[in-house]
């Protein structure tokens, strides 16, 4: 069958710098009428076909978009609204876990079934990780459904429960205060953990704490918090913004962290009570750098790598509680339990709890703004020891018990038994 011969149309010209162009004038996928122009009909007729597949190409895509320009769209418009660092840890997620397997299916081809597929390699991950993923993936399609881009949404009952569980630790003991404290005497790390143990400052609070907001001579000394730390690639940021409302509070100090404090404000030459050394707060990286000090000085299995011969071997150490590194013989491994900077701020709420301090009171001083947090973590304080739980325990059990009438199947009484009584009344 003779292919149909394409009919041009007939283009108006115009003489430019003594040359003839034909053109013409089409819709563009905003509705702008736009110029297209060619050096002969043919050549303008080739030009407005490839424009229009564009425009059609555009129109389709704004009402069938894919997984992967919808997201972008999406954290677009999150962006107005939610902290740059929270932002850039809505994107990491979305693209390693959403756009990477997903991305290029249209919004309105995701069935349930692919959204249960995208969670399984997510449930190996922390707990934490498996709700930050699986709160994106609702969101995006509740955004998309709202919008009328989607007649059904496939993620309606996609379970929020799976990922591993966190591993919490426990408050550190005042034996293992006393371990660490005598550990990091001396050492850069020293100052923040007094800070964290003795005032419960969050690791960022710490980090952004400035003199002016240290008042040690006051006839109560306490700490001012007033401005935040974050790291934006790698660059310290310290503004006014805090974690919640709450978190902005005064903490009165006990002596041993106000003689501490004192002693690092007559070395210190910056505003920043951490700082480097050049006064300027740390950077991300930085302070991993002044935590690795603790970190070496746990007696805790270790793996290094080594290249014999060109070949990359694998090397297990088993450091023995206070003996001394290798390479370092200043170094003693003296702590035999892992620290974490938010530790020691939950050792400072346990012990403010431990000692008799109301809720109310704690949730203040630890900048909690849902009072739930604090009551959790008061109740497993308070109430998860025997020797606390046994005078509570004697009191509801221990009481004279009443008469017990033992009756047969047809009701009638057969026997009555008291508290002491070994006999049955027959």
Same mark, same amino acid.
């Given at each position: 069958?003779?292919?149909?011969?394409?009919?041009?149309?007939?283009?108006?010209?115009?003489?430019?710098?003594?040359?003839?162009?034909?053109?013409?004038?089409?819709?563009?996928?905003?509705?702008?009428?736009?110029?297209?122009?060619?050096?002969?009909?043919?050549?303008?007729?080739?030009?407005?076909?490839?424009?229009?597949?564009?425009?059609?190409?555009?129109?389709?895509?704004?009402?069938?978009?894919?997984?992967?320009?919808?997201?972008?769209?999406?954290?677009?418009?999150?962006?107005?609204?939610? =902290?740059?660092?929270?932002?850039?840890?809505?994107?990491?997620?979305?693209?390693?876990?959403?756009?990477?397997?997903?991305?290029?299916?249209?919004?309105?081809?995701?069935?349930?079934?692919?959204?249960?597929?995208?969670?399984?390699?997510?449930?190996?991950?922390?707990?934490?990780?498996?709700?930050?993923?699986?709160?994106?993936?609702?969101?995006?399609?509740?955004?998309?459904?709202?919008?009328?881009?989607?007649?059904?949404? @496939?993620?309606?009952?996609?379970?929020?429960?799976?990922?591993?569980?966190? +591993?919490?630790?426990?408050?550190?003991?005042?034996?293992?205060?006393?371990?660490?404290?005598?550990?990091?005497?001396?050492?850069? @790390?020293?100052?923040?953990?007094?800070?964290?143990?003795?005032?419960?400052?969050?690791?960022?609070?710490?980090?952004?704490?400035?003199?002016?907001?240290?008042?040690?001579?006051?006839?109560? @000394?306490?700490?001012?918090?007033?401005?935040?730390?974050?790291?934006?690639?790698?660059?310290?940021?310290?503004?006014?913004?805090?974690?919640?409302?709450?978190? =902005?509070?005064?903490?009165?100090?006990?002596?041993?962290?106000?003689?501490?404090?004192?002693?690092? =404000?007559?070395?210190?030459?910056?505003?920043?009570?951490?700082?480097?050394?050049?006064?300027?707060?740390?950077?991300?990286?930085?302070?991993?750098?002044?935590?690795?000090? +603790?970190?070496?000085?746990?007696?805790?299995?270790?793996?290094?790598?080594?290249?014999?011969?060109?070949?990359?071997?694998?090397?297990?150490?088993?450091?023995?509680?206070?003996?001394?590194?290798?390479?370092? @013989?200043?170094?003693?491994?003296?702590?035999?339990?892992?620290?974490?900077?938010?530790?020691?701020?939950?050792?400072?709420?346990?012990?403010? +709890?431990?000692?008799?301090?109301?809720?109310?009171?704690?949730?203040?001083?630890?900048?909690?703004?849902?009072?739930?947090?604090?009551?959790?973590?008061?109740?497993?304080?308070?109430?998860?020891?025997?020797?606390?739980?046994?005078?509570?325990?004697?009191?509801?059990?221990?009481?004279?018990?009443?008469? +017990?009438?033992?009756?047969?199947?047809?009701?009638?009484?057969?026997?009555?038994?008291?508290?002491?009584?070994?006999?049955?009344?027959?």
């Amino acid at each position: 069958m003779a292919r149909k011969k394409e009919i041009i149309p007939e283009y108006q010209s115009e003489i430019f710098n003594g040359k003839e162009y034909f053109r013409t004038r089409i819709k563009d996928a905003d509705g702008k009428r736009v110029a297209v122009y060619g050096s002969t009909r043919k050549e303008l007729y080739e030009k407005v076909k490839t424009a229009q597949r564009k425009i059609e190409d555009i129109a389709f895509r704004r009402e069938n978009p894919t997984v992967k320009e919808y997201c972008e769209k999406w954290l677009m418009m999150k962006s107005s609204t939610v =902290k740059p660092q929270t932002l850039r840890g809505y994107e990491l997620a979305l693209r390693k876990y959403v756009i990477e397997p997903i991305g290029d299916m249209y919004l309105d081809e995701v069935t349930l079934d692919d959204l249960k597929l995208l969670m399984v390699p997510v449930s190996k991950m922390s707990s934490a990780v498996y709700s930050t993923v699986n709160m994106l993936v609702k969101c995006i399609f509740y955004s998309a459904e709202a919008n009328q881009l989607i007649d059904y949404n @496939p993620s309606a009952t996609l379970s929020p429960k799976g990922g591993k569980s966190k +591993i919490k630790k426990d408050a550190l003991s005042d034996e293992q205060v006393n371990v660490l404290l005598n550990t990091v005497k001396g050492l850069p @790390p020293y100052v923040f953990v007094m800070i964290g143990l003795y005032a419960g400052l969050r690791r960022e609070e710490t980090l952004g704490l400035k003199w002016d907001c240290v008042f040690l001579d006051e006839s109560t @000394p306490y700490i001012a918090v007033r401005r935040a730390w974050r790291s934006v690639k790698n660059r310290p940021v310290v503004s006014e913004e805090l974690k919640t409302p709450a978190a =902005k509070r005064d903490i009165p100090i006990p002596k041993c962290l106000v003689d501490c404090l004192k002693e690092a =404000k007559a070395k210190s030459i910056s505003d920043y009570v951490i700082a480097d050394s050049n006064g300027k707060p740390l950077s991300y990286s930085q302070f991993q750098r002044v935590w690795k000090y +603790i970190e070496v000085r746990t007696a805790k299995e270790r793996k290094y790598y080594k290249y014999v011969n060109g070949q990359k071997i694998v090397c297990t150490i088993h450091p023995e509680l206070g003996s001394h590194q290798h390479n370092n @013989p200043k170094l003693v491994y003296s702590l035999d339990f892992d620290v974490t900077t938010h530790q020691l701020r939950y050792t400072y709420i346990t012990n403010l +709890i431990y000692y008799g301090v109301d809720p109310k009171t704690v949730q203040y001083l630890a900048g909690h703004e849902n009072s739930k947090t604090t009551i959790d973590i008061y109740a497993k304080v308070k109430y998860n020891k025997p020797e606390k739980l046994i005078s509570v325990v004697n009191k509801a059990l221990n009481r004279p018990v009443s008469t +017990i009438c033992f009756e047969n199947t047809a009701g009638d009484k057969k026997g009555v038994k008291t508290q002491g009584d070994t006999s049955e009344t027959q």
